[in-house]
Structure formats: structure tokens, C-alpha cells
């Protein structure tokens, strides 16, 4: 089992930033890939960004890309969304997950139902 603590949320004006954490504890080493979701009221959970284990190798949804960056530190097991020029349509539940399944193209992680464990969620809203 995977355990995952988001932190870092919070209400943050239009334009500012924010970096949002997540912690990894548990068998980390069946960790695959690691990814950041928001779900805002009344739609579906929209992918946001997945690193893999294996090569760090990043990948954006083509709506984040510039503003929003995913890291890691693996020698605390954390995950990290910086996320810049923050506008109010930011404003969302933010969910970081964990896969335990191998992909040889990072598109597969743009899919929720590919990732096995999941945190319980962050509030980030951006007023305007």
C-alpha cells in the first residue's frame, strides 16, 4: 500500500503562486509514476502533469504547460506542483496519485483510472 498527503493549498489572488506537496509513504518502491489531478465542482477530474519513477521524464497536459511545473525529491518521496500566473478557473480540488502499472508512454498517465492510489485532496482557489 501507497499512502499520500497533498499540502499547500490555500486561497491565493489571480496572477500569484502557488506550490502545492505531496508525500509518499508506504512500498514507494512500486511507485511507476506519479501525477497531479484537479477536479472542480460538477466536472471530471482533469489531468494535470505525471513524472515517471523510472527517468524523471515530466508530461503536461497541453493546457498546463508554462504555468504549472511537477517535481520530486525522491530522497524525501515527495512530489511538488509549483504552479505560477494562477487565474480564478485554477480554482479546484487538487489530487496528486500514484501508479503502480508500467507504461512505455507517459501519455498513459493521463488517465485517472491508471493510477492506484490517491491523496485526499488539496483546495486551491484563485480569486480574482
Known amino acids: 500500500q501507497v499512502q499520500l498527503v497533498e499540502s499547500g493549498g490555500g486561497l491565493v489572488q489571480a496572477g500569484g503562486s502557488l506550490r502545492l506537496s505531496c508525500a509518499a509513504s508506504?512500498?514507494?518502491?512500486?511507485?511507476?509514476?506519479m501525477g497531479w489531478f484537479r477536479q472542480a465542482p460538477g466536472q471530471e477530474r482533469e489531468f494535470l502533469a505525471a513524472?515517471?519513477?523510472?527517468?524523471?521524464?515530466?508530461y503536461y497536459a497541453d493546457s498546463m504547460k508554462g504555468r504549472f511545473t511537477i517535481s520530486r525529491d525522491s530522497a524525501k518521496n515527495t512530489l511538488y506542483l509549483q504552479m505560477n500566473s494562477l487565474k480564478p478557473e485554477d480554482t479546484a480540488v487538487y489530487y496528486c496519485?500514484?501508479?503502480?502499472?508500467?507504461?512505455?508512454?507517459?501519455?498513459?498517465?493521463?488517465?485517472?483510472?491508471?493510477?492506484?492510489?490517491w491523496g485526499q485532496g488539496t483546495q486551491v482557489t484563485v480569486s480574482s
Open positions: 496519485a500514484a501508479s503502480r502499472s508500467y507504461y512505455t508512454r507517459a501519455f498513459y498517465y493521463s488517465t485517472p483510472h491508471n493510477f492506484d492510489y
Open positions: 508506504g512500498r514507494t518502491s512500486s511507485i511507476y509514476a
Open positions: 513524472i515517471l519513477s523510472r527517468d524523471g521524464a515530466t
